[in-house]
């Protein structure tokens, strides 16, 4: 099984921690060694005892407190050595940390536990690649809550320089997507190179959160089965869609102006978003969209209707009737959709996040 990256760079840092004490409990065993010498068998006082191992391990050369003998001066020597060879360690080991930056580490690796243990209902971005990047700066332009998780260093740094929240470590392993909170999140986004990388992801995802919304990236179709045969909900291969989009831009050019606009374009007006019915929350459930007169309110127009059997109705009339369950697909401003989320159900009992305004 292959380590985390991150956990290499904790050892490294729990290793300089575990130095630093075993020569600090060396110092002060080399202090009660010398303390109760002078004290048993010089037979001084504790306190001339004590004043005489300290002023021999500083090495201020203040002399013997008092007369000592050959076996005495003989300890005194050994008792020298013994706290220059401990204070050289500590002062090593303290040095090296200093440079290294891993008491840095050690304040940077304590605030991340702090973030990660105040994840919430956020989104999870494996690989911060092109494609990942790409899923960041939208997520960054909804205003939603994710993490970035990558296993190369000057990658993850690159993504701390851009302000993401992130995580050094292997995407594939339980362990890691323990530590970001999947048990929390609501969807997790598999975007590594490696379709069979992203395959481990999905069934990891899956098993650790059975009800956690999984986005896989896949290179070829027989990756995309696979994937959706792993429990991925929904399978996104760049080059087939690539393909259909570019095609569909050359065939229905305004059509796809209209809806890269709506979807992913800069300074846009118009936005689609889906918003859950449920039935403790919703006014309207068992009435007709008529009768709900949702546009009237709002202005928001309802484009489609997904019932929770999965069943889609594109174009719902003003008969349709609204049910428990459902996800209406939406689309308006940012506020006509914001009003529609506010007559739909309050928005903390809504799964889905509220449209950013612009």
């Known amino acids: 099984m292959k380590k985390p990256v991150y956990s290499i760079l904790e050892q490294k840092y729990r290793r300089i921690q575990k130095e630093l004490m075993v020569g600090t409990v060396s110092l002060c065993g080399v202090l009660l060694t010398g303390t109760l010498w002078y004290r048993l068998i010089e037979k001084w006082t504790w306190e001339d005892a004590t004043y005489m191992t300290f002023i021999t391990l500083s090495t201020v050369g203040y002399g013997e407190t008092q007369p000592l003998g050959s076996r005495g001066r003989l300890f ?153 045969r792993g429990g991925a909900d929904a399978v996104i291969s760049p080059y087939i869609t690539g393909g259909r989009r570019m095609a569909a831009a050359a065939l229905r050019p305004q059509v796809m102006d209209f809806v890269d606009g709506i979807i992913s374009g800069k300074g846009r007006e118009l936005y689609m978003e889906e918003v859950l019915i449920d039935h403790s929350s919703c006014p309207f459930v068992g009435q007709s969209l008529g009768q709900a007169r949702l546009r009237a309110q709002t202005g928001a127009l309802v484009l489609a209707i997904r019932r929770a059997n999965g069943d889609l109705i594109g174009g719902p009339t003003a008969d349709t009737i609204l049910m428990s369950g459902d996800v209406m697909i939406g689309m308006g401003t940012a506020e006509q959709l914001r009003a529609l989320n506010r007559i739909l159900g309050p928005i903390d009992s809504n799964p889905l996040r509220e449209p950013k305004k612009s």
């Open 76 to 228: 005194t020597i050994a008792l020298i050595l013994m706290g220059i060879i401990t204070i050289g360690y500590i002062v090593n080991r303290f040095t090296e940390a200093v440079i290294q930056g891993y008491f840095q580490e050690g304040i940077r690796l304590r605030q991340q536990r702090r973030t990660m243990e105040s994840l919430s209902r956020h989104y999870i971005i494996c690989g911060f690649s092109r494609t990942g990047r790409q899923i960041a700066q939208e997520f960054e332009a909804e205003g939603v809550s994710f993490v970035i998780i990558d296993s190369e260093i000057e990658t993850v740094r690159k993504a701390q320089e851009e302000g993401y929240t992130t995580y050094l470590g292997d995407a594939t392993l339980d362990e890691t997507l323990m530590l970001v909170r999947i048990d929390r999140a609501i969807c997790i986004v598999a975007a590594l190179p490696s379709d069979a990388e992203n395959l481990y992801i999905v069934l990891s995802a899956k098993t650790l959160n059975p009800k956690i919304r999984a986005i896989a990236r896949a290179s070829t179709e027989e990756a995309l089965q696979k994937l959706q």
